[in-house]
């Protein structure tokens, strides 16, 4: 019976002191201070320099302590993960951060690793769709094989030979959009000589004529879309009788092209000479010699 008393006595001094102890903490708890900014940055000079030369949000709106949360050896893992914080994007959904924002401290200072594409398109969605839905080498590129720096918008000269020796990298993006480039349009104030870089025959024989397609720039008839070609009656309409016309059913068999139109003038020939250089059509219903 003794002993039990002893034993007894043993486990609820014990009891006491484990709650004295943590009473004891706890009030040395709240009484101990907290660190601030200004703490860290006694022994922390970098990431301090960083966050007020680049540090976006991060300077404004997130102390030290709002990541991390202690110091050791009173807490071992100090370095938090982004999406403690960051959440609700797609963007945010990925992992390895530190591919791209290598310095958290600086998020916005992007160096983008190589060969990437899903990180870029979580937040540049109508890029990926231009490229997808129009074919062309620029759909098997990654993302970072022209934009090796965030935000960085490469000149098409960089890879690419102009069309002509006057033309700049400015020119390029008149006709060409860099996620679609094989879908090329082009303003009503393209210069024919623009088009003449890829199309020089046309272009010497329209500057050569002197009916009136001469004063007509090249985006006239080939309008809002590359390698349109028009018909001569959506311009001229009709301009022949019918009888002609069913006898001649193509313009070019009497005008040749549009860049290099035929003259009818009767005055050119002489009396009874015959213009050998065209070949008319026969008249419906000749039998053939």
Known sequence: MNKLVDVLKIVIL?????????MFAGAADLTRPGLSNSDC???????????AANGGAHKTQVSCQDCHAGHPPTVKKIIPVCSQCHS????????GCVRCHSNPHAPKIIKLANNITDECITCHTQQIVKLK???SKHTNLACSFCHNVHGKIPLCTQCHKPHGADMTAADCKRCHQAHMPTAVTYPSDTTNKMCSSCHKKAFELHAQTDTKHKG???VTCHKDKHKTIPTCQSCHGAPHPARMLARFTKCADCHNIAH???RW???????GEKDDSVKLPPKKGAKKK
Not at 41 to 51: G, L, S, Y
Request: aromatic share 2%; net charge positive; proline share 5%.
């Open 14 to 22: 014990s009891v006491l002191l484990v709650a004295m102890t943590a």
């Open 41 to 51: 940055v006694k022994c922390h000079t970098a990431a301090p320099d960083a966050i």
């Open 88 to 95: 609700g994007k797609p963007h945010y959904n990925l992992s």
């Open 133 to 135: 839905q129009v074919k």
């Open 216 to 218: 007509v720039n090249c």
């Open 260 to 262: 290099d139109l035929n």
């Open 265 to 271: 003038d009767a005055g050119t020939l002489k009396a």
